[in-house]
């Protein structure tokens, strides 16, 4: 069996958490290393940190997908005394490749936050903060007739055509396409030097730009022209809000007391630190993976009755006291939550087309021992 290049990977990674969704300070992307290269073992992780290079040199892994992206400072020198000098020693010489999806992995539908909030089963949810919103595009696609339903169904499975809470709408009209098949061409139908004419659908439907990728892929693959006709044109309808953080509600309310295990046993922690009345019943939910703690008034106009969030410090948790805001930190590290996701993924998208084996880092990266 083939590999599959770590190009390709990245490619059907990006469908799903594009670099344009990363705030701009960020540094996402290819952090070390080529992308033009086959690869076998991929390896998910949280951040990379020596002892998680360690493990990826043992396990032969050639490309490392992080969520923390391992150049963020400005670095001035490579200087081997160092650790991240070390670190990036180690990934030249064992020749493995890191690429970094941060806040765009934040901002996704699906991603971080999308992922906490499955887990804590926050329901009717939008972004805590607004980074954007998504462009909406109109696409226009020519089906022959026996082909309407395939097609129609998978665009519609891809994301096209999602209106409120409406998915799979569509609009088509029927009338007849030609075509002539030139030299070198295998058509689906008609033969090569005659004009061809074929009674089609003209369908068309909307596509956030975000998913406009995964739409145009799964079009072409059930499409059976070997070249699609089709139309795109950029919209000025307003399409959904992107962000990071994600608000919504608890289907019943919940006493915080409960609610704070819940916490503890979504994300595995076997403590956190908690502020606010732990006998309140709590519905509004808000939460931010990684360090939000200066989004406490963002959280608290949201309608928030509580906020999770990591690294909040002593003075901040005090003005979201006073506010009648209750805290929840679970720690910065609970992110890693989203590995398993990135796995499934990986292998939803990507295996099948080539031998390839995705783990997750068994290092544990959180600094913190609470003793
Ligand atoms: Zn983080």
Redesign the pocket.
């Given at each position: 069996m083939t590999k599959v290049t770590a190009q390709h990977i990245i490619k059907q990674f990006e469908r799903w958490s594009p670099k344009n969704l990363a705030y701009d300070w960020d540094n996402v992307g290819l952090q070390v290393g080529t992308l033009n290269k086959p690869v076998e073992n991929v390896m998910v992780t949280?951040d990379v940190l020596e002892n998680v290079v360690d493990e990826a040199i043992e396990k032969q892994v050639d490309l490392i997908i992080a969520?923390?992206p391992l150049l963020f400072v400005k670095l001035n020198q490579i200087n081997f005394d160092t650790p991240k000098g070390r670190v990036v020693r180690k990934l030249i010489k064992h020749d493995i490749t890191v690429y970094a999806a941060?806040t765009n992995l934040d901002v996704a539908e699906g991603g971080v936050n999308d992922v906490m909030a499955d887990i804590l089963e926050v329901k009717n949810r939008k972004p805590l903060i607004e980074t954007g919103k998504d462009e909406l595009v109109k696409l226009t696609v020519f089906v022959p007739e026996t082909h309407l339903e395939q097609v129609r169904e998978s665009i519609g499975h891809a994301g096209a055509g999602y209106i409120g809470n409406y998915s799979h709408c569509t609009f088509q009209v029927s009338g007849e396409g030609t075509f002539k098949p030139q030299e070198g061409t295998t058509p689906y139908i008609g033969k090569q030097g005659e004009l061809e004419q074929v009674d089609e659908k003209r369908v068309e439907t909307i596509v956030p730009k975000s998913k406009l990728s995964a739409v145009l892929k799964a079009m072409e693959d059930s499409h059976p022209y070997e070249e699609v006709a089709y139309d795109l044109y950029p919209l000025l309808n307003e399409g959904q809000s992107l962000g990071v953080g994600r608000v919504g509600r608890l289907e019943q309310p919940i006493r915080l007391r409960d609610f704070v295990e819940k916490v503890k046993v979504g994300f595995d922690v076997p403590n956190l630190r908690v502020s606010g009345d732990l006998e309140k019943n709590i519905q509004t939910v808000a939460l931010l993976?990684?360090?939000g703690e200066k989004y406490i008034h963002k959280a608290k106009a949201s309608g928030a009755d509580v906020y999770i969030t990591?690294d909040m410090t002593f003075h901040m948790t005090q003005d979201a006291m006073e506010m009648g805001l209750a805290v929840i930190d679970p720690g910065?590290h609970v992110?890693k939550v989203v590995c398993s996701k990135v796995k499934q993924y990986l292998e939803e998208h990507c295996i099948g087309e080539g031998k390839l084996n995705i783990i997750i880092s068994e290092v544990n990266t959180e600094p913190f021992t609470i003793m």
């Open positions: 949280l969520h923390h941060h993976g990684g360090s990591g910065h992110e």
